[in-house]
């Protein structure tokens, strides 16, 4: 039987887009310091952990110099 590789969940499309996104030159705690969250939350959205709103998105897209639109473009 082949292996079948297990789709990302909502959740962890967005978490792999925000750590894209801040990428290797920004440190979690920066961001989430911009975005007025804390590093643990920063760090459970990049993991898929929590569903997270669009607001917090919105900040995070913020706090890493782009926009939300193009911070999700490739999730879905």
């Known amino acids: ?24 030159n920004r440190k979690q705690s920066d961001v989430a310091r911009k975005a007025g969250i804390t590093r643990s939350y920063l760090s459970d959205i990049e993991n898929g952990k929590v569903d997270v709103s669009v607001f917090v998105l919105y900040l995070i897209a913020k706090a890493i110099g782009t926009t939300l639109s ?3 473009r490739d999730v879905g």
């Open 1 to 24: 039987m082949a292996d079948r590789k297990r789709s990302l969940s909502i959740q962890e499309q967005i978490g792999k887009a925000v750590r894209k996104a801040r990428g290797l």
């Open 70 to 72: 193009e911070l999700l």
